[in-house]
């Protein structure tokens, strides 16, 4: 009893031993994401004012796509945080979104928008402190601390929003039917400031509104997805095609398209030369189409004479007999000229009875097999 008690204790410590070893060797680290993320929640992530936003019922997408295919509807709000190397012609695709009736929420420390009048100033030295946050929209006495040195100068095209002892943090401009809204202070929506201080209080006001979408800029910060060849396209365009296809391929089902391959039985290919003629010999007869079947004959004997001799199909009897004298023997171009004279004939003549197109038909089988061997 004493040895298996001892056995089990040894598992168990070993167990245990193996399991803190691993642990301090492989210890599992979390991945170091880039900041202002929206889908981070790591302290340099925003995910904590999305959540909140999405909880209150906004409507909040990330957008992932170069700035030029940004939707044309209106009524629409971009929330883009420290972007990475915003190209002027970015920019003034965003202006023109802007102006069609939606708007730009910016954060950003360091402003570098020509077409905007957001202008700064240094205050070097005097940054990174607690200080009295006061705007439009805030009630109360707020604190919060910028970790900038730069403040807004005053124009007359910008509405200040947010303002401390030093000068500007945030103010507004109208951009054709839309506004374009700039706070200096990006790290005040990071996951580890937002709870500090007054930060959330000064800048929620300003984040939500009654727009059918928030857009989150998310191509800046390295996530990015490149559009499809389909995304010049409308939707219902797409979705259209989409139908049509669909239905066209219950069309082909049930008209019964085979797709596989196609297996002929040997009794087909060993009976299908006679009865083919038989069948077809007896639509003729049945119809009474001996006339149209000795047109089909001879127009195949024509069809030959071009092929062998070049003399043209519509050519006259003479001229085929002169060409026949020159390649045959007079014997067989006799024969050849009695068997255009009974086709001339046969032409002309009312009534042409099966008897008859058989005789002829023995005429034109002598020829044409005259003609094939040439």
Same mark, same amino acid.
């Given at each position: 009893?004493?040895?298996?008690?001892?056995?089990?204790?040894?598992?168990?410590?070993?167990?245990?031993?193996?399991?803190?070893?691993?642990?301090?060797?492989?210890?599992?680290?979390?991945?170091?994401?880039?900041?202002?993320?929206?889908?981070?929640?790591?302290?340099?992530?925003?995910?904590?004012?999305?959540?909140?936003?999405?909880?209150?019922?906004?409507?909040?997408?990330?957008?992932?796509?170069?700035?030029?295919?940004?939707?044309?509807?209106?009524?629409?709000?971009?929330?883009?945080?420290? %972007?990475?190397? *915003?190209?002027?012609?970015?920019?003034?695709? /965003?202006?023109?979104?802007?102006?069609? $009736?939606?708007? &730009?929420? =910016?954060?950003?420390?360091?402003?570098?928008?020509?077409?905007?009048?957001?202008?700064?100033?240094?205050?070097?030295?005097?940054?990174?402190?607690?200080?009295?946050?006061?705007?439009?929209?805030?009630?109360?006495?707020?604190?919060?601390?910028?970790?900038?040195?730069?403040?807004?100068?005053?124009?007359?095209?910008?509405?200040?929003?947010?303002?401390?002892?030093?000068?500007?943090?945030?103010?507004?401009?109208?951009?054709?039917?839309?506004?374009?809204?700039?706070?200096?202070?990006?790290?005040?929506?990071?996951?580890?400031?937002?709870?500090?201080?007054?930060?959330?209080?000064?800048?929620?006001?300003?984040?939500?509104?009654?727009?059918?979408?928030?857009?989150?800029?998310?191509?800046?910060?390295?996530?990015?997805?490149? %559009?499809?060849? *389909?995304?010049?396209?409308?939707?219902?365009? /797409?979705?259209?095609?989409?139908?049509? $296809?669909?239905? &066209?391929? =219950?069309?082909?089902?049930?008209?019964?398209?085979?797709?596989?391959?196609?297996?002929?039985?040997?009794?087909?290919?060993?009976?299908?030369?006679?009865?083919?003629?038989?069948?077809?010999?007896?639509?003729?007869?049945?119809?009474?189409?001996?006339?149209?079947?000795?047109?089909?004959?001879?127009?195949?004997?024509?069809?030959?004479?071009?092929?062998?001799?070049?003399?043209?199909?519509?050519?006259?009897?003479?001229?085929?007999?002169?060409?026949?004298?020159?390649?045959?023997?007079?014997?067989?171009?006799?024969?050849?000229?009695?068997?255009?004279?009974?086709?001339?004939?046969?032409?002309?003549?009312?009534?042409?009875?099966?008897?008859?197109?058989?005789?002829?038909?023995?005429?034109?089988?002598?020829?044409?097999?005259?003609?094939?061997?040439?």
């Amino acid at each position: 009893m004493n040895s298996l008690r001892t056995y089990r204790v040894g598992i168990v410590v070993a167990t245990l031993l193996l399991i803190i070893v691993g642990w301090l060797i492989v210890k599992p680290t979390a991945k170091q994401l880039p900041p202002y993320l929206a889908s981070s929640a790591q302290p340099s992530g925003i995910k904590a004012v999305l959540v909140l936003l999405e909880e209150k019922g906004k409507q909040v997408k990330e957008w992932r796509q170069p700035m030029r295919f940004l939707p044309t509807a209106t009524g629409q709000a971009m929330l883009v945080v420290e %972007p990475e190397r *915003l190209m002027p012609e970015e920019q003034i695709a /965003i202006l023109d979104w802007v102006s069609e $009736g939606n708007d &730009l929420i =910016l954060f950003q420390s360091r402003p570098e928008w020509e077409d905007l009048p957001f202008y700064t100033e240094n205050i070097r030295g005097k940054e990174n402190q607690e200080r009295n946050i006061q705007g439009p929209l805030v009630q109360g006495r707020f604190m919060g601390k910028a970790g900038t040195s730069l403040r807004f100068l005053e124009d007359d095209d910008m509405e200040p929003l947010l303002y401390d002892d030093q000068g500007i943090l945030g103010g507004r401009t109208e951009v054709g039917d839309g506004s374009v809204t700039f706070f200096l202070v990006p790290e005040w929506l990071t996951n580890q400031k937002i709870e500090r201080l007054s930060h959330f209080e000064a800048i929620w006001p300003y984040v939500q509104g009654d727009w059918s979408v928030l857009w989150i800029d998310e191509y800046h910060h390295g996530l990015q997805e490149k %559009p499809g060849f *389909l995304a010049i396209y409308p939707g219902w365009l /797409i979705a259209a095609c989409m139908q049509l $296809g669909i239905l &066209l391929l =219950l069309y082909v089902w049930w008209r019964g398209k085979r797709f596989g391959p196609v297996y002929t039985l040997r009794e087909w290919t060993v009976r299908r030369g006679d009865e083919t003629l038989l069948a077809v010999s007896s639509w003729y007869e049945r119809r009474g189409l001996a006339q149209d079947a000795l047109r089909h004959r001879e127009a195949y004997m024509r069809q030959l004479l071009y092929d062998r001799w070049g003399v043209h199909q519509r050519a006259d009897r003479l001229e085929i007999v002169r060409y026949a004298k020159t390649r045959w023997t007079n014997q067989e171009a006799e024969r050849f000229d009695h068997l255009l004279e009974r086709l001339d004939q046969a032409k002309n003549e009312g009534r042409y009875s099966p008897k008859i197109l058989l005789a002829d038909s023995l005429l034109l089988d002598e020829i044409t097999k005259r003609l094939e061997k040439e």
